[in-house]
């Protein structure tokens, strides 16, 4: 009995540091791979052993108490290394398995990594994928999160990170809009054309468009008429006439091989080499995270060879 009642003072304290974390019972239960209730009744349970209250409930939002506050930094120490030991195991396999937990912006995850998983599957058959898309970033070690991958400069010394393939940005418009309103050769004339812009779901801010000049990258934000807060939301805006819009070239090219979108002013686009692989160091031996990161070096070169036309 007393055996039974450890294990679920453990299960308990797990479910209420991810749950502290992330601030919802839902995003726990997602994260721990089991159901909400489960998650709420494991925290109850909790708070009638301990005889204090750990969180604030509202309909809305979760927030820890003082006493929840104090007690959750231990209760993390004890979820991470609580997953130590399950990577230890892991580790210690010789063929990839288990479930692996990944992040990624939409565009990346729809474009690159989507397309990707079920020849990775075929390779490793036991591995599970638990792909969760979101522009907004988390933080990958409070969520239990295995890879990230990001675009942009982000630092975090908590986490590993390889580089991967540089891809390309260029302005892009439907041929039918281009035929209505004429083909801009230089960026300076895009004053007075219709523009779509993409505005950051994490920051809110414009998309800042970048033109390569002679031996210096410009950028300008120019008045757009439409904005929207999805890349994919931004080519099928532009395919259907909305005007001028600038995209990665990987988001763009279905539309673009299919003939609906085609690019504008190409030999001023720009190369980034801004998309990271992100994992904890705590992952580094498990053999599932290692053979899906060097999969995704190879996938991440070859879509994007395709995409821009020539090697990365």
Known sequence: MKEQIALDRLTGLIAFARAGSMGSYTAAARS????????????????QRLGVSLFTRTTRSLTLTPEGRELHQLALKLLHDAEAIEQAAMAAQSEPSGTLRISASFPVGMHVIAPALPAFRKLYPKVTIDLRLNDQIADIIEQGIDVAVRIGELADSRLMSRRLAPHRLCAFASPA???????????????????????????????????????????????????????????????????????????????????????????????????????????????????FIDRLQEVFRDRMTAATGSPA
Do not use: C
């Not at 721990?32 to 909790?46: T, Y």
């Not at 990258?217 to 001028?244: K, M, N, Q, R, Y």
């Open 32 to 47: 721990l791979s089991i159901s909400p209730s489960a998650v709420s009744k494991s925290v109850q349970r909790l708070e």
């Open 177 to 291: 809009y281009l035929a209505a309103r004429g083909i801009p050769m230089h960026p300076d004339e895009l004053e007075g054309h219709d523009t779509v812009n993409l505005r950051y779901q994490s920051t809110g801010q414009a998309f800042r468009w970048p033109f390569r000049i002679g031996e210096r990258t410009i950028e300008i934000v120019p008045p757009s008429g439409i904005v929207v807060d999805s890349s994919d939301a931004l080519v099928a805006t532009l395919a259907a006439g909305g005007g001028i819009g600038m995209a990665a070239t990987f988001a763009a090219a279905p539309l673009a091989a299919r003939g609906e979108l085609v690019p504008v002013l190409p030999e001023f686009a720009v190369e980034r080499h801004n998309i990271t692989a992100l994992w904890p160091e705590s992952r580094q031996t498990n053999p599932a995270v290692r053979a």
